[in-house]
């Protein structure tokens, strides 16, 4: 028997997968965590919280699988980018890890932009200073809890947490690297300039790896915790997009992937960088040797019908709960007896600011238009639509950088939607391919765990025997034509309201200010 498992980190939940190389079995287990919210616009999770959910993760899917954990060839890691985690000498956490959805780092941003300047940071690394990056949230730690930074060692970005508490070793790789706002993303290495600059020593970086390396092995302490064995070679990984793209296929230029997960993705394979002087789209490295990925990151997709589905769905929750069917399912159902277009209602999905292409953090979600004889079902399918609305909008912005589309797949919990999946190839007007199997950046882990131990010759290799493409959505034209109509709308809403939010924006710091 031989057994390769990935361990993804996500944003809410920590999600394992076991596969059986000879059988073709493949084997799944999560646990679910929560976000902090300690304050408006601040976001945070506890590192032990993510370790926690990765033993009982690894133990439940050993216990369901009986799968003998010396079978375990590798094991391979990817997760949420960006969030990071400060550690002492000891390698203890200093505090929680502030999560890429954390906007508090506003001022740090600003700051950064005025006293070093855009332009060099973006000749540096490839992209442009943004709340969501690891380097102003560090900025923000040592400006705002200085006895915290100064105790500070290492800074491990989350899956990089769980990969050193695997396995002692503290790294990473270019792709999670890209995600820092440190990383030079053309040349592979640290931007020692970029370090000078902003006055922070080279040796809190962990040490760089390539997502094939065995960078450790499984320790006997980690083996008594979490039910493996000592010795199993742990890979580097990547970062999820980069992972998720590896898990889709996605080797070839013109290749592109639309996500709704927590977030949502839209990004392309390159075979040279494409950063975007527009400052829109992110320029970031591959998890495969000498490719990179032009990436658009939504801040809230999938985590909107959450969300929606959390205060507002406990009807649909006790029915799913009574029939023992997902509740997601119920949604879509009243979803899709609503017509295309929602008939005026248009969602924008900004409930945490958002990144691609605005990079607006003041940015808020709203229903526009609802009147009178809109349901329930009509906001949750606008829901559907508004995210289709921003895919459309990031995927022409990379399209624009003169990379020309060959292929779109879908990937992510929301694509598991046939009608999101649906509402996207009407909105987009482009046939989207699904992908087997379906379990992104988790799958993308287990191919780089495979080529790091020698199972395949290469990441391409690996991926002819792995990933399979299957027919997917054609689109509709009438459907297509009618919202086009609506994009516009949606296009104009937030153009419209953008003093809005600022203005808003600037009314709750005050009330914030005055409160304390």
């Known amino acids: 028997m031989s057994f390769l498992m990935g361990i993804d980190l996500g944003t809410t939940g920590c999600k394992v997968i076991l596969y059986d190389t000879n059988k073709k079995n493949i084997y799944r287990s999560y646990e679910e965590y929560s976000l902090d919210v300690p304050r408006a616009g601040w976001v945070e999770q506890d590192p032990e919280v993510w ?6 993760s690894v133990k439940r ?20 980018m960006h969030t990071h985690v400060l550690l002492d000498k000891a390698g203890r956490p200093l505090r929680p890890a502030i999560s890429w959805m954390d906007q508090r780092s506003g001022p740090q941003v600003e700051s950064l932009k005025k006293k070093i300047g855009t332009e060099f940071i973006f000749d540096q690394t490839a992209n442009f200073p943004t709340t969501t990056y690891t380097l102003p949230q560090l900025l923000w730690v040592r400006e705002n809890e200085p006895g915290v930074f100064a105790r500070a060692c290492k800074v491990l970005v989350a899956k990089d947490y769980v990969k050193f508490r695997l396995t002692g070793e503290m790294t990473t ?31 809190i970086l962990p040490e760089l790896t390539s997502s094939t390396d065995i960078v450790g092995k499984i320790t006997r302490t980690t083996a008594i915790e979490t039910g493996l064995v000592s010795g199993i070679p742990v890979i580097s990984g990547g970062g999820d997009c980069a992972t998720e793209a590896v898990g889709a296929g996605i080797i070839e230029e013109g290749q592109m992937v639309t996500v709704i997960g927590t977030a949502g993705v839209v990004y392309i394979c390159t075979y040279s960088p494409r950063p975007d002087a527009r400052f829109r789209a992110l320029c970031w490295y591959h998890a495969v040797e000498d490719q990179w990925i032009t990436i658009a990151v939504m ?20 029915l799913a709960e009574s029939r023992k069917e997902d509740v997601y399912e ?3 159902r009243k979803a899709a007896a609503v017509p295309a277009g929602c008939e005026g209602l248009v969602f924008l999905p900004y409930l945490m600011g958002e990144r691609s292409p605005h990079w607006d953090s003041d940015a808020r979600g709203v229903f526009y238009g609802f009147s009178m004889h809109h349901t329930k079902a009509h906001f949750i ?5 508004g995210v289709a609305y921003a895919i459309r909008e990031n995927a022409e912005v990379i399209q624009n950088l003169g990379v020309k589309t060959k292929e779109v797949r879908a990937l992510g919990g929301g694509n598991k939607s046939k009608l999101w999946r649906q509402i996207q190839t009407d909105v987009m007007g482009r046939r989207i391919l699904k992908v087997f199997p379906e379990e992104g950046a988790a799958w993308g882990a287990v191919i780089l765990a495979g080529v790091g131990v020698g199972l395949y010759g290469s990441v391409p290799q690996a991926i002819k025997e792995m990933v399979k493409v299957i027919p997917g959505n054609e689109p509709d034209e009438v ?37 304390i």
């Open 51 to 56: 370790w926690d959910a990765t033993r009982k």
């Open 61 to 80: 899917i050993l216990s369901s699988s009986k799968a003998h954990p010396p079978d375990i060839e590798a094991i391979g890691l990817c997760g949420q």
């Open 173 to 203: 790789d270019p792709s999670e690297a890209s995600g820092t706002l440190l990383f030079d993303v053309a040349h592979r290495r640290w931007s020692e300039e970029l370090l000078h600059e902003v006055g922070l020593p080279k040796d």
């Open 299 to 318: 801040q809230s997709t999938g985590y909107a019908l959450k969300w929606f589905r959390d205060n507002f769905g406990r009807e649909e929750k006790d």
């Open 330 to 332: 119920i949604l879509g």
């Open 381 to 385: 399918r606008s829901i559907m639509e």
């Open 479 to 515: 459907r297509h034509r009618g919202y086009n109509d609506w994009y516009k709308v949606y296009r104009q809403l937030y153009q419209r309201l953008a003093p809005v939010y600022k203005t808003t924006a600037e009314i709750l710091r005050r009330e914030s200010t005055n409160s």
